[in-house]
């Protein structure tokens, strides 16, 4: 009776650590997302900047 006992106590510290781990992934892996994501804005803004520039001089020469 006690071995089981034991047993049900080391799943339970087992299973505690292992949903910590999970956890901790998880914030990291929604730090990294969030900063990906303003990563990725500021290319667009620096593709939109250079998209305007590209039409600014091509309306410059056909004037």
């Known amino acids: 009776m ?8 080391i799943r339970l510290i087992f299973g505690e650590i292992i949903m910590r781990k999970l ?3 998880g914030v990291i892996a929604a730090a990294l997302t969030t900063a990906a994501c303003n990563t990725v804005a500021g290319v ?5 900047a250079a998209g305007q520039a590209v039409t600014s001089s091509s ?3 056909r004037n």
Request: negative net charge.
């Open 2 to 9: 006690a071995k089981l006992h034991v047993e049900a106590l």
């Open 23 to 25: 956890i901790v992934l």
């Open 44 to 48: 667009g803004r620096d593709l939109e």
């Open 59 to 61: 309306n410059s020469a």
